[in-house]
């Protein structure tokens, strides 16, 4: 269910549903290169969650609007995106929280398309975890990695991180393949500083176009494949599910 599609007689009943979960996509506006575009992390969040709610049933789970903007420090400087500090994205998804557990939703559950807002996400939970009758969940493609291992076949030039490459190329040609334009997709070579895990540098730094890796190596079978194992495990997860 669409939460912006109710009325307001029907958001009464349905946020006070006991088996309810309202799904929070988070997204981001920033860079991904020239062949992906700019809310490239709102789509994938939207279109998980849209995915999440098809699994688990209109009756328990309404899918939020997408907060469209996020924590992009590392790219921040780059024209194109928007950068919202930490403390000011955990306050605002706070908001959200409140004013849902306050019109009786117990359960929220964060579908983040972006990893530079998981620090935002995990304030926002533990200050909800204190003042807030309600349980959230944050779910940042739980499960893709070892997915991820099998399909993928380029370089990676970060174990963690991925951005505008074979990986996240692969999802937008799965989810939202409208949006990509696989003839200005391009591989790029990035060499992280070394006491990059150590201490703060910006992207912009040592990359040239924001493409983490190899994006031509993307296709939206290696997509399905990652973003079906995640849904899987969101699924499992909030359905309590072992």
Known sequence: MNYGDLNQKEAK???NEEQMTALLPVGAVEVHG????????????RRVAEQ??????????????CVPYGQVWSLGNVPGSIHIPDEVLADYLYGIAKS??????KKLAVINGHVGNGNAVKE???KAYEKLDM????????GAADVIGRV??????????????????????????????MEEAVSQDVTFPVDYEYTPARWSDF???????????????????????????IVRILKGEN
Not at 52 to 65: F, N, T, W
Not at 157 to 180: G, N, R
Request: hydrophobic share 40%; glycine share 4%; with cysteine.
């Open 13 to 15: 009943i349905f946020l």
């Open 34 to 45: 020239d062949h992906l575009p700019l809310d490239t992390d709102c789509c994938l969040a």
């Open 52 to 65: 999440v709610e098809e699994r688990m049933g209109s009756r328990r789970c309404l899918v939020l609007p």
């Open 100 to 105: 849902l557990e306050h019109a009786g939703l």
């Open 124 to 126: 926002m939970m533990r």
């Open 135 to 142: 349980k959230i969940f944050q779910f940042t493609y739980p």
């Open 152 to 181: 993928c076949t380029s370089k990676r030039p970060h174990k963690v991180y991925f951005h505008a490459d074979e990986i996240e190329t692969s999802y937008m040609l799965y989810l939202c393949p409208e949006k990509v334009r």
């Open 207 to 233: 990359m040239e176009t924001a493409v983490l890796g190899d994006a031509t190596a993307a296709s939206g079978e290696k997509g399905k494949q990652i973003i079906d194992a995640v849904v899987d495990n």
